[in-house]
């Protein structure tokens, strides 16, 4: 079955870095495009960043641009989001993300930024 397992989540201040990893399984994983989401409490889920099949696409949140960069290997069934300048803003649940015909969703990995 398909599964998605996020890691590389934690505990950083202002400033500092942080990469997420995406472990996909059971589909076809060249065949679609990946997407990080993230939810903050009391705020609705929301689009992060975005890589084409291929990896020759990306697309970012006006609020990660110059930030956060998106990334896969498909060899290794693996997307992966580095997160530079974190910001208390950015501290949020991400989730990992693919479409086919619905949805498909990661358990989450918990980002908080904090002094």
């Known amino acids: 079955q398909v599964q998605l397992v996020e890691s590389g989540g934690g505990l950083v201040q202002p400033g500092g870095s942080l990469r997420l990893s995406c472990l996909a399984s059971g589909f076809t994983f060249n065949s679609y495009a990946m997407t990080w989401y993230r939810q903050a409490p009391g705020k609705e889920r929301e689009l992060v960043a975005s890589?084409?099949?291929?990896?020759?696409?990306?697309n970012y949140a006006d609020s990660v641009k110059g930030r956060f960069t998106i990334s896969r290997d498909n060899a290794k069934n693996t997307v992966t989001l580095q997160m530079n300048s974190l910001k208390p803003e950015d501290t949020a649940v991400y989730y990992c993300?693919?479409?086919?015909?619905?949805?498909?969703w990661g358990q989450g990995t918990q980002v908080t930024v904090s002094s």
């Open positions: 993300n693919f479409y086919r015909a619905k949805n498909y």
């Open positions: 890589i084409t099949k291929t990896g020759g696409s990306t």
